[in-house]
């Protein structure tokens, strides 16, 4: 049998939360912030789209006392196709590392969807 601290660590580093879409800066829960490193700092937002993953390198930052994922943020919302409505769901990986899954406005699983010009349709890391 595992002791309490191994699985409590085990349980951090693969947090998830479910989170209202926004394009602009994203509110995440302090548990979350604290995860991803303590005061300011970056993490790696990755969405699949089709046979790609796609990276964006977003900050994590202090907004109005919340937490929140400010620069890169928006333009990883303008590309993932989600809308008014959507839900995100965020699972940290560890390392600063989420991964990003999108539930409609009817509550049905949707891939984070391709950019709407197909010459964007690469691999994008935003340094």
Do not use: Q
Request: proline share 6%.
């Amino acid at each position: 049998m595992a002791s309490p601290g191994n699985h409590g660590a085990a349980a951090r580093k693969d947090l998830r939360v479910l989170l209202p879409f926004s394009l602009d800066n994203l509110r995440i829960p302090d548990e979350l912030a604290a995860e991803i490193g303590p005061g300011t700092g970056e993490a790696l937002v990755i969405g699949p789209s089709g046979d790609e993953v796609r990276v964006w390198l977003v900050e994590v930052r202090r907004d109005g006392g919340s937490a929140v994922l400010g620069r890169g943020w928006s333009e990883f919302a303008a590309a993932c196709g989600a809308g008014a409505g959507w839900f995100l769901l965020l699972r940290h990986r560890g390392r600063s590392v989420l991964t990003v899954k999108a539930f409609d406005d009817s509550y049905c699983l949707r891939e984070v969807d391709a950019p709407a010009h197909p010459a964007e349709h690469a691999l994008h890391v935003f340094h």
